[in-house]
């Protein structure tokens, strides 16, 4: 059974870094595409990027294009999400998720994803 666990989140400023990472355990990463969703406090899920089982194809939503990059590690079993140029309308708890399958989908709200990690919170306050 395939386990995700989120790290990395935390408290920081406006126009700051953080690097999320989503480590897997219980089987191997090689047969999942895994995106990161975020959820902020009254408002639905959304799609923040996904990765190709390959790590060839990556997706990024409209928000954030441009500040964030995703890339996997599949010898670590691990995903990174890179976050820079963060915004307060970044704040949101984001999970990590994984897909058996070679392609993410739509990466928009995740119906599609199997398995989720616990969640990891990110707040940018100054």
């Known amino acids: 059974q395939l386990q995700l666990v989120e790290s990395g989140g935390g408290l920081v400023q406006p126009g700051g870094s953080l690097r999320l990472s989503c480590a897997a355990s219980?089987?191997?990463?090689?047969?999942?595409?895994i995106g990161w969703f975020r959820q902020a406090p009254g408002k639905e899920r959304e799609g923040v990027s996904c990765?190709?089982?390959?790590?060839?194809?990556?997706k990024f939503g409209d928000s954030v294009k441009g500040r964030f990059t995703i890339s996997r590690d599949n010898a670590k079993k691990t995903v990174y999400l890179q976050m820079n140029s963060l915004k307060p309308e970044d704040i949101a708890v984001y999970y990590c998720?994984?897909?058996?399958?070679?392609?993410?989908?739509?990466?928009?709200?995740?119906?599609?994803?199997?398995?989720w990690g616990q969640g990891t919170q990110v707040t940018v306050s100054s």
């Open positions: 990765i190709s089982r390959s790590g060839g194809i990556t």
């Open positions: 998720a994984a897909k058996h399958s070679a392609y993410s989908g739509s990466c928009r709200v995740g119906y599609e994803y199997d398995y």
């Open positions: 219980g089987a191997t990463l090689d047969y999942y595409a």
